[in-house]
């Protein structure tokens, strides 16, 4: 027996006279075969049923995480379930939602290779499912209590006001939050969950690389705790003609919080190669990711992250919303052929990882709401926390510098400061025209230009202390030359959804005028 102790050297063979001969090779040969029926054996079939009001619902489909199936006209399904397999899901129909359980749809149970039923009871979509709501929050992450006793006081409240205000309007809503929903804590996991469910509105996640637990010896391992307040990390629903998917794109090392790159592994995108591969062509799809495509932090990895927006491209729009940078940048576009696909990076709930009341961009705390009507996009608005939505727009003079209330000084990166206007308006994109009036009359239009907001990053790096990164360059800064100085100013907005914005105040570089220091 060659895995007798004491055998230090497997026997080799160099035909099959040999193996025939050789009790040992017999042995292994047949220890072998007893495995690879065994691993035949671990794909272990399953049978479960979905219904809605105890009616059978066929063309229902479900996944293991790996591979896919559908619901016959019995509403019957079979699925042979892979042996690493962790939850058994259903790819919510349009026109209709998982039970709630502390908010969160429970379209998915936990897999039992001991279970052989798997029943799933679907309910009705709320009113018409194809105008609705969703709310888009990026890193609450609270690690403190004092962050979690903000989260609780700033970011509820407002979130709660647009649910409410949801209901009052009859609109269908839904949220998702786009990961880090929690700061290396997930002990708080628990928490963040019990508030987010007093919203009354179905909430999704997306995992996050703070919402790894580790040291853990696998990536899969460090995301347990996460799965098991909020469920699969990679998983799918329809909302009217707008599929959904939310996957995990950050590849852990789970080793330490910054061990980690972007990317997609190639089994995930074999998942997602099948996912779509249910959805009509003429749907909208929505990834919905944490780490942005266009680049994180930590690494430059973005594994699969082309051939992802290869199958985006192939419908008829489609969209990423992503998160992780504590900045909003809405301008952001892949052109993949002829193709165009938005990328929505959300400004953060908790803004710069809650020091202050603004993300590094000078963005406000805040969340993205984006209203749907069929396959299009019929509205976007990045809400603040503290603030009415109509506030979009910060006003400066670019001739201004400023200080922190230290030695070092920050101002607006332009040859020629002298009757400037600057104006930060965080979620302009392309589709908008910034307009100046000087006493009531229409002037000019602003232009743009990247950089950073001084006022922002000198109370980051000035006043707080905090390091050069959190001046964040951002292309949401315009700047005009007045004609008339000493005019009396209004800048207006127009969004491409026909919203209008207006702002006449100035920000000054005075403490007064300095975020709400935390």
């Known amino acids: 027996n060659i895995f007798a102790a004491g055998a230090t050297k497997a026997p080799t063979y160099n035909n099959k006279e040999t193996i025939r001969k050789d009790p040992a090779m017999k042995n292994l040969l047949l220890f072998l075969l007893a495995c690879s029926l065994g691993a035949a054996a671990a794909a272990r079939p399953i ?3 979905v219904k809605c009001g105890g009616k059978p619902m066929g063309g229902v489909t479900v996944t293991d995480g790996y591979t896919f199936a559908q619901s016959d006209e019995q509403g019957i399904f079979t699925l042979d379930a892979d042996d ?22 429970q379209f998915y149970r936990a897999y039992d290779p001991a279970a052989k039923r798997y029943d799933f009871e679907l309910q009705p979509w709320p009113g018409s499912g194809e105008c609705y709501e969703l709310l888009a929050i990026a890193d609450p992450q609270p690690k403190t209590e004092e962050h979690f006793r903000r989260l609780r006081s700033e970011v509820m409240p407002a979130l709660q006001a647009a649910t409410d205000n949801g209901r009052t309007r009859g609109s269908n809503q839904a949220a998702i939050v786009l990961g880090d929903i929690v700061w290396d804590s997930p002990e708080l996991f628990a928490g963040v969950k019990a508030e987010f469910a007093g919203l009354g509105v179905p909430v999704y996640g997306v995992i996050g690389n703070h919402d790894h637990e580790f040291p853990q010896v696998t990536d899969l391992s460090a995301q347990r705790r996460y799965e098991a307040s909020f469920g699969p990390v990679n998983y799918s629903f329809t909302r009217g003609d707008v599929h ?9 090392k789970a080793t330490g919080s910054d061990a980690y790159t972007s990317g997609f592994l190639d089994w995930q995108f074999e998942w997602l190669k099948q996912d779509l591969s249910y959805v009509p062509r003429t749907c909208a799809v929505v990834l919905c990711v944490h780490i942005p495509f266009r680049g994180g932090f930590n690494g430059a990895g973005e594994t699969y992250f082309d051939e992802v927006l290869e199958l985006l491209a192939q419908f008829d729009r489609a969209w990423i919303f992503s998160a992780h940078t504590h900045n909003n940048k809405t301008n952001y576009t892949h052109a993949v052929g002829s193709k165009k696909i938005r990328e929505y990076i959300l400004g953060t709930s908790c803004g710069a990882w809650w020091h202050g009341t603004v993300c590094t961009d000078g963005a406000p705390n805040g969340y993205g709401v984006f209203e749907y009507d069929g396959t299009s996009l019929t509205n976007m608005i990045y809400k603040p926390t503290r603030y009415d939505e109509t506030f979009q727009i910060r006003l400066y003079n670019g001739e201004d510098v400023f200080t922190g209330g230290t030695a070092k000084s920050w101002k607006f990166d332009l040859q020629q400061p002298k009757n400037r206007l600057m104006a930060n308006v965080w979620n302009a994109d392309d589709t908008w025209t910034i307009e100046v009036y000087e006493n009531g009359v229409k002037t000019g239009d602003m232009a743009k230009k990247s950089m950073i907001d001084p006022w922002s990053s000198a109370y980051f790096c000035g006043f707080c202390g905090l390091k050069e990164s959190y001046a964040s360059k951002n292309d949401h800064i315009f700047y005009y030359t007045v004609k008339s100085p000493g005019a009396a100013l209004r800048v207006v907005a127009r969004d491409g959804y026909g919203n209008v914005f207006e702002q006449t105040e100035i920000t000054t570089p005075l403490e007064a005028d300095y975020p709400d220091a935390y």
């Open 84 to 105: 690493q397999a962790l939850f058994i899901s259903l790819v919510t129909p349009s026109g209709y939602l998982a039970p709630l359980d502390g908010g969160i749809p």
């Open 244 to 252: 959904f998917v939310s996957m995990d794109d950050i590849i852990h």
């Open 47 to 49: 049978r479960g049923s």
